[in-house]
């Protein structure tokens, strides 16, 4: 979906709030590597699924809100209703 906005525009609208959310995650982070037994979640499902995320925000192009929300969704199960 095209913006009819400017990438500068987009920028000035959003820098602060962009800011804000990167230093709440990596402020979490932090909290997780200096927790105790920091060592022992690496392995963890949601801690990997965080990095993918992580990964996925340093990718260039469209599309990564598509990805990460695909990323931290449950598979689609027929039936799931019943």
């Known amino acids: 979906m095209s913006s009819p906005q400017s990438a500068l525009q987009v920028l000035d609208r959003h820098y602060l709030e962009l800011r804000c959310g990167l230093l709440d995650l990596a402020a979490a982070l932090d909290r997780l590597d200096r ?3 920091a060592t022992g979640v690496q392995q963890d499902p949601r801690r990997l699924r965080i990095a ?3 990964a996925i925000l340093a990718s260039e ?3 990564r809100a598509e990805r990460l929300q695909l990323l931290f969704s449950d598979a689609y199960e027929p039936g799931w209703t019943r």
């Open 61 to 63: 192009g469209p599309g």
């Open 52 to 54: 993918e995320g992580l």
């Open 35 to 37: 927790a105790a037994n």
